[in-house]
């Protein structure tokens, strides 16, 4: 891991930005990169991960079917898509986006987090009924009670689902 303090923040310009490369060896994915930056002035974050070796664009499905795919590994670059089609949830780039190393069970509490967030935010009882009905979903598919597909596009190649069950689709 490297770590560099008092960095001058590209937001605040403050002199305290601190910058982290960590370094991971994934099976079926090789080397890869953590970058993370965060400023304690202003509470900019971001992070992203690169793989070491050149990768074609795909896109990968996952069928989360019981309480063991919770622990398959994700690699999740912050040019990737994250689709839920079952729940129509969707994470897309953005200025906000970043990239992680997770877990399935990780990618669902992001999920989570997002709509929690919704129904505390909200003045509207529709909007509050359907995001608790979401999260009931997201918890059952947590138990394994709810079947439900995970899908991650990625143009720049830099994200994967590692398990033998996810079918990979490269993009053009
Ligand atoms: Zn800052």
């Keep these: 891991m490297t770590e560099l303090k008092n960095q001058v923040c590209p937001f605040c310009?403050?002199?305290?930005?601190?910058?982290?490369e960590e370094t991971y060896n994934i099976s079926h994915f090789g080397r890869c990169f953590l970058m993370s930056m965060n400023c304690t002035s202003c509470n900019y974050n971001s992070s992203d991960v690169e793989a070491e070796e050149r990768k074609p664009p795909t896109k990968q499905t996952?069928?989360?079917?019981?309480?063991?795919d919770l622990n398959v590994r994700v690699v999740?670059?912050?040019?990737?898509?994250?689709?839920?089609?079952?729940?129509?949830m969707e994470v897309t780039p953005g200025i906000a986006s970043s990239g992680y190393i997770s877990n399935i069970e990780g990618v669902l509490l992001r999920f989570k987090k997002i709509i929690e967030k919704?129904?505390?935010?909200t003045?509207?009882?529709?909007v509050k009924k359907q995001a608790k009905n979401l999260l009931k979903k997201l918890w059952k598919a947590e138990l394994g009670e709810f079947p439900l597909k995970i899908i991650i596009e990625d143009p720049s190649g830099n994200s994967a689902i590692i398990s033998d069950k996810t079918e990979v689709v490269k993009l053009r």
């Design 76 to 88: 999740k670059s912050s040019e990737a898509t994250v689709r839920i089609p079952q729940l129509k």
């Design 123 to 126: 003045d509207e009882p529709e």
């Design 62 to 68: 996952f069928a989360l079917e019981n309480k063991k």
């Design 13 to 20: 310009k403050e002199k305290t930005l601190t910058l982290i």
């Design 118 to 121: 919704e129904r505390d935010d």
